[in-house]
């Protein structure tokens, strides 16, 4: 069972905290779909500080969510415990996770995100600072270094655990590799043992098995799923499944697809109105439809939609003109 600080989860399978993906209607679709933990996308500590609106909207936490890590980041101690303690009274987040993972240059000039990799001491600091500021148990998502030369995975989840860290998520990509290249299962399993929190594995679970796989050659107490849950909640349901029976769930009909992303559209036009949520749903509208069959048609004339009606009346195309073929197959 995976446990950080107080909060336990029903399971090992956490959602990662992907940016400009991971608001409320995406995790609760994917909470539905089994999810032991889901993790908000991040947020700038400067931006929490100033009420900026837009940030404020997206500490948004529908409480089916629950339990909900809530990720924050920042270069500065003080603005980031500020943004930390407002996090932790002012909404039902059950978790603080702070960022040094993202690899995005407008984050890393603000000496934040992966440019904490580089300096154990910084993130000692600034990891015991947030921890004694809140009631909520921190964590911390990072990567298993900048580069090949400086890779401080070990040293780096040490200094969180002195700081008072309840968790680390690890990624097993460098800053540089972005997300290219293979994971570094090894590194994650040097983390694993050289710590007593938990430790969350991340990169390159991309089917059930991965993350079973991973769960056993690395020890970590949590599997992190981030770019296979794109338009496939399927994905978090069937991993959890297999972790729990040895059983591999089906994937789901091109029908049971599209009903699943038209909640998801219908969550996401309720929390953000249809012309700001149909500009956003066509990015996850192709993710529902990858792998299924003559969708490159579909798939252009999403970025053309501009209503919710235009969405739907695509996809339902789509799968009755896929289901016809289907009969007339079934007839021959």
Known sequence: MLK???V???NPVVLAPMAGVCNSAFRLTVKEFGAGLVCAEMVSDKAINV???R???MLYIDERENPLSLQIFGGEKESLVQAAKFVDKNTNADIIDINMGCPVSK?????AGARWL???NKIYDMVSAVVDAVDKPVTVKMRIGWDDEHIFAVKNAQAVERAGGSAVAIHGRTRLQMYEGKANWDIIREVKN???IPIIGNGDVETPQDAKRMLEETGVDGVMIGRAALGNPWMIYRTVKYLETGQLMDEPGVREKMDVCVLHMDRLIALKNEDIAVREMRKHAAWYLKGVRGNAIARKGINEC?????VVTLLYDLVEEIEAEERTIQMA
């Open 4 to 6: 950080i600080g107080n």
């Open 8 to 10: 336990e989860m029903s």
């Open 51 to 53: 009420k900026n609106e």
């Open 55 to 57: 940030t404020m909207n």
């Open 107 to 111: 984050i890393i000039k603000c000496e």
């Open 118 to 120: 580089l300096d154990p």
């Open 194 to 196: 050289a710590v007593n």
């Open 306 to 310: 501009n209503t919710r009606e235009d």
